[in-house]
């Protein structure tokens, strides 16, 4: 009976966020005339938005992997800065399946390519989840305080308060005698102030430079959304894509578009999203193709595809032995669409 409990528990579990993001393009279907979401996305200027995706893209591989350098040497040891641009790319393109296989499958790449253990890598990418949700938030916050913004003090408030958290969690690792020498916080120690706040400002300037690239497509596209209102909702809209509530990049994304409803009608602003959510994906994918085989090589064959089917399966078995790490890493769905 327990054991029957159980697989019920998992399943629901293994379906949940999935309906999630379903009810969530239910309800704006129901809201949003789909015909005219349609109507938009052809009125609407669209041919810039690949090349520009396309560029950001690029320019964000090299700003984050940059910052994921920092990081994977201070971690688990040497790695040249061109193989970790080489293994941001490849694994990325898992970002067509999910968050969870993309980044699953970027600890494995680490795993194997700096030869050190699941615990460690994992550890690495504990970190490097945490300086992007510290990144998203610290740039959500500048336009709170730098301009004089319409921001409700509920956003405003919770915002700064994560960003505290973030950067705390960062810069001030509570020392605990069960943590272990591959454990994220050990790792977080061996990056030193300097280091760990030069990879800090790169993570910022990539989601800065992700909040510009948008705001110049929502432009082109005939949005008149202000610089500071992507600057302080588009990085919320990032950390939505990258929850595990999202069907092929849709889904509470979508929700999250609708903060900027004060500037256009919602039909438009999720006509704008999908193209452009559409736009980054293609964008990731060419982004990444040059690289995939190397790292598909580099990792074994049989363990990339088996991240995109443990992603997508909810049950992770890499690694043998050392597995219990990436199950999480393939379960966690935190931040970054670079």
């Given at each position: ?7 019920s ?5 293994r ?17 949003y ?12 200027d669209?041919?810039?938005?690949l ?7 690029v ?52 795993a ?65 005698p ?8 050990a ?34 596209f ?22 595990p ?17 004060d ?33 598909v ?12 089917d ?5 049950d ?23």
């Amino acid at each position: 009976m327990k054991k029957a409990h159980s697989t019920s528990r998992r399943r629901a579990l293994r379906w949940a966020p999935g309906l999630i993001g379903l009810g969530v393009l239910w309800a704006l279907v129901s809201a949003y005339s789909p015909a005219e979401i349609l109507n938009e996305m052809t009125q609407g200027d669209w041919h810039l938005l690949l090349p520009l995706a396309l560029v950001m893209s690029v320019i964000g591989l090299f700003i984050v992997s940059l910052a994921d350098t920092i990081v994977v040497r201070h971690g688990v040891g040497h790695i040249r800065y061109w193989d970790q641009v080489r293994g941001k790319a490849g694994s990325s393109v898992l970002d067509v399946v999910g968050y969870a296989a993309s980044h699953g499958g970027y600890a494995v790449w680490i795993a194997r390519f700096a030869g050190t253990t699941a615990s460690a890598a994992f550890g690495v990418l504990l970190v490097i989840m945490a300086g992007d949700l510290a990144a998203v938030f610290l740039v959500a916050c500048a336009p709170i305080f730098l301009v004089d913004v319409p921001v409700s003090q509920t956003i405003a408030a919770t915002t700064i308060g994560l960003a505290v958290v973030m950067v705390g969690l960062l810069f001030i690792p509570r020392r605990t005698p069960s943590t272990g020498p591959t454990h994220w916080r050990a790792i977080s120690r061996k990056i030193k102030r300097g280091p760990g706040l030069l990879q800090l400002g790169l993570r910022m300037a990539q989601i800065i430079l992700w909040v510009i690239a948008t705001t110049l497509g929502a432009w082109t596209f005939g949005l008149q959304i202000p610089l500071w209102a992507m600057g302080v909702y588009g990085p919320l809209i990032l950390l939505a894509a990258a929850l595990p509530l999202n069907v092929a990049g849709f889904g509470v994304a979508q929700g999250a578009w609708i903060l900027l409803l004060d500037y256009a009608p919602g039909e438009q602003i999720l006509a704008f999203a999908a193209l452009w959510n559409l736009a980054l994906a293609i964008a990731v994918v060419l982004r990444g193709l040059p690289f995939l085989s190397g790292v598909v090589r580099e990792v074994g064959g049989d363990s990339m595809t088996a991240v995109s089917d443990a992603a997508a399966h909810r049950d992770p078995t890499l690694l043998a032995g050392d597995a219990t790490p990436l199950k999480a890493a393939l379960t966690l769905g935190i931040a970054e669409k670079s």
